[in-house]
């Protein structure tokens, strides 16, 4: 149960679009469409911005899109805003019934 | 409106057990599946266990790192998601968080606020 591989941090000027990479296996992210990210501002719980590779929950503005490619996910966000400054976390359903979480990526906006 | 709320963290030495509770409301805990994930201070997010819907078989699942010593459960009478504790670490020492998913599978749709597990002598 290795942790997906994530950059330790990405930044970006305001209204512009960063791009946050999502390495996993075979056995997890490249084999299973069940790929989830989630945003996390300090001293708060998770939220929930892409689950199942690229569907959005209600609510979570459209700014925010995901992907995949082969053992790699990726997560989008376009017309950075300094509220999109947190940390986010990439998540896979394994072969094993288990989940992983990335080791997470923390957004400056510049 | 649905709500997660954490309790039972503290301070436990090491080898020592503890029970944390999510008391749920909004949904009902067994049609759901439910996971811990649990953040040590200044670290990332780390899975610990799923117990699947009641529907889906009601199985449960732990990462390595638990395996043998943690337990999840659910009590359907009062809503309420456990996960039992035991021969603690002092790397089990996290702010540990319980999420819904859904009925057919797992992503933390809905989270508690966390509860802060110490371990210390």
């Known amino acids: 149960q290795s942790a997906l591989t994530q950059p330790a941090s990405v930044s970006g000027s305001p209204g512009r679009s960063i791009t946050i990479s999502c390495t996993g296996t075979s056995s997890d992210i490249g084999i299973y469409d069940y790929v989830s990210w989630y945003q996390q501002h300090p001293a708060k719980a998770p939220k929930l911005m892409i689950y199942d590779v690229s569907n959005r929950p209600s609510g979570v503005s459209n700014r925010f899109s995901g992907s995949k490619s082969g053992n790699t996910a990726s997560l989008t966000i376009s017309g950075l805003q300094a509220e999109d400054e947190a940390d986010y976390y990439c998540c896979s359903y394994t072969t094993s019934s288990t989940w992983v979480f990335g080791g997470g990526t923390k957004l400056t906006v510049l | 409106e649905v709500q997660l709320v954490e309790s039972g963290g503290g301070l436990v030495q090491p080898g020592g057990s503890l029970r944390l509770s999510c008391a749920a409301s909004g949904f009902i805990v067994n049609t759901y599946f439910m996971s811990w994930v649990r953040q040590a201070p200044g670290k990332g997010l780390e899975w610990v266990s799923v117990i699947y819907s009641g529907d889906s078989g009601g199985n449960t699942y732990y990462a390595d790192s638990v395996k043998g010593r943690f337990t999840i459960s659910r009590d359907n009478s009062k809503n309420t998601l456990y996960l039992h504790m035991n021969s603690l670490r002092a790397e089990d020492t996290a702010v540990y968080y319980c999420?819904?998913?859904?009925?057919?599978?797992?992503?933390?749709?809905?989270w508690g606020q966390g509860t802060l597990v110490t371990v210390s002598s």
């Open positions: 999420a819904r998913g859904t009925n057919i599978g797992w992503y933390g749709d809905f």
